[in-house]
């Protein structure tokens, strides 16, 4: 089993163990349910999950109470791109997809613009998920939310992920993905 990097977030560090305590399917992902029965309280209003069908089709199954309330809308239901500038959707969909095929887990930074034009980066884990119905992959996510920095962002855009940096590969005990994400 990996460790994370020195320096990541204490509470990415703390979501990562409490997946990592839990039974794994074929020794590499737990199961949903196992989850939710041990989703540690304090976390779970930034935790996102999307289902994953294909490698362009993501739908958002559970979006936390405070991803909700940064977001001003409720996207559970609706296609995991909404979230994202339609510019960095292909890295996005290429990410998700290589950590749920492999699988491995992810470290990112998001970049999200505000309505108002202020910026945030948000560091973040990705970690595959089994759910019930096998006939789709799932990919749970946890968000740290850091300060927000005012900057002169364009007015047109609404709360969404501008950038996505893919800041390490977490090693589950299927190897890291080799791709290239596209830019």
Do not use: H
Request: overall charge negative; some cysteine.
């Amino acid at each position: 089993m990996s460790s994370l990097p020195a320096g990541t977030d204490k509470s990415i560090c703390d979501f990562f163990d409490n997946w990592s305590s839990l039974p794994k399917i074929d020794g590499l992902a737990p199961r949903l349910s196992d989850y939710l029965d041990r989703a540690p309280a304090k976390l779970q209003p930034y935790v996102g999950i999307a289902d994953v069908v294909g490698p362009e089709a993501m739908t958002v199954r559970l979006f936390g109470t405070q991803l909700v309330e940064r977001a001003q809308f409720e996207p559970t239901g609706q296609s995991l791109g909404v979230l994202y500038d339609p510019v960095i959707r292909a890295r996005m969909f290429a990410l998700v997809w290589s950590a749920v095929t492999q699988p491995a887990g992810y470290l990112c930074t998001r970049r999200v613009v505000a309505k108002s034009g202020i910026v945030a980066n948000n560091p973040s884990i990705g970690l595959p998920i089994v759910v019930a119905n096998r006939a789709y992959r799932s990919l749970i996510t946890y968000s740290v939310f850091g300060p927000m920095i005012p900057e002169l962002a364009p007015q047109d855009k609404f709360e969404i992920v501008t950038t996505i940096a893919l800041d390490a590969w977490i090693d589950l005990g299927a190897g890291r993905p080799d791709v290239a994400l596209p830019d």
